[in-house]
């Protein structure tokens, strides 16, 4: 495990560091992010040290504790495998001053049929998905696990119902076509499309958070990735989509909406990922950490 102190003495500088222009601006909403935590108490499987993100969340947790942030989110992949996981990673977020939001990833379901149905409340959540209301801003927290082949049993209709979405997506050679991926069903877009318009007639900007992305075109993108970019460059107030799911990270912008995938904090054996995200009336200044890039997503008018 990583020594806690000089994880926070890196963050500390890599955030200092940051040339943004909006330093200075008191920003409406601020957040702390981390993707990918993925935690198991297994050796390392190529660029994953699954052990470390323990040190890694502690001294994360250390950095965001000594700033004043309106809530954290986890975007997803708080452990890799075994039940057993989440009592080790949820160790250092007991010391988390501020609130967290928990999304789900593929990896949190990598647990035993019968335990499934009991994820959300190991991961404090009692909806699948939901939103917040902060400075003039709806953070809508998605469940991109909806239609998918492992967050439910393996009998269950849900199940069957994904892999044959997955199975003609396979047939049109769609590469992002993966188990590993994931769709959002009708249900969630009816809901979704609903919090969106009220937002609009509330004046207010709508930021997505999801596990999985859907821009640029990758092998981990959403299934219904092409329906998730059209519902969002239809809606003039959403204004940004941040997600994990690719430990490499990726970004994007589309019809002037930014794409931002968080690198996976779980990936390499000494160097930490995540951020700060400063929301002002017309862009997120997005403050990296280890191997996270610092950005400024502008909104489009």
Request: proline share 5%; glycine share 8%; aromatic share 10%.
């Amino acid at each position: 495990m990583l020594n806690r102190r000089s994880f926070l003495a890196a963050s500390t500088s890599a955030v200092a560091a940051a040339p943004l222009v909006y330093a200075q601006a008191k920003p409406l909403v601020r957040l702390g992010l981390v993707a990918d935590a993925q935690y198991a108490d297994i050796d390392p499987l190529g660029t994953r040290y699954y052990r470390q993100s323990i040190g890694k969340l502690e001294s994360a947790v250390e950095d965001f504790n000594q700033r004043e942030l309106d809530l954290c989110v986890h975007l997803g992949d708080l452990i890799d495998r075994k039940w057993e996981s989440f009592d080790g990673i949820k160790k250092p977020l007991a010391d988390l001053r501020h609130p967290i939001r928990h999304l789900f990833g593929n990896h949190d379901f990598d647990v035993l049929d019968e335990q499934k149905e009991k994820v959300p409340g190991q991961m404090g959540l009692e909806k699948r998905y939901s939103f917040r209301d902060t400075g003039g801003f709806r953070l809508v927290f998605l469940d991109t696990t909806d239609v998918s082949t492992y967050a439910h049993g393996l009998r269950d209709d849900r199940t069957f119902q994904a892999v044959r979405q997955m199975t003609a997506l396979e047939e049109q050679g769609r590469p992002h076509a993966q188990p590993w991926n994931s769709a959002i069903g009708p249900e969630q877009m009816a809901w979704l499309k609903s919090a969106c318009a009220e937002a609009a007639g509330k004046g207010m900007k709508v930021v997505l958070f999801a596990h999985h992305p859907v821009y640029p075109a990758n092998t981990h993108n959403l299934w219904n990735d092409t329906e998730m970019m059209a519902f969002a460059e239809a809606n003039p107030n959403v204004v940004a989509w941040v997600n994990g799911h690719n430990h490499q990270g990726n970004f994007g912008v589309k019809a002037g909406v930014p794409y931002v995938t968080l690198q996976g904090m779980v990936e390499t054996e000494k160097t930490t990922a995540y951020a700060f995200a400063d929301l002002h009336a017309d862009r997120i200044v997005l403050r990296g950490v280890g191997r996270v890039p610092s950005r400024e997503l502008v909104f489009r008018a």
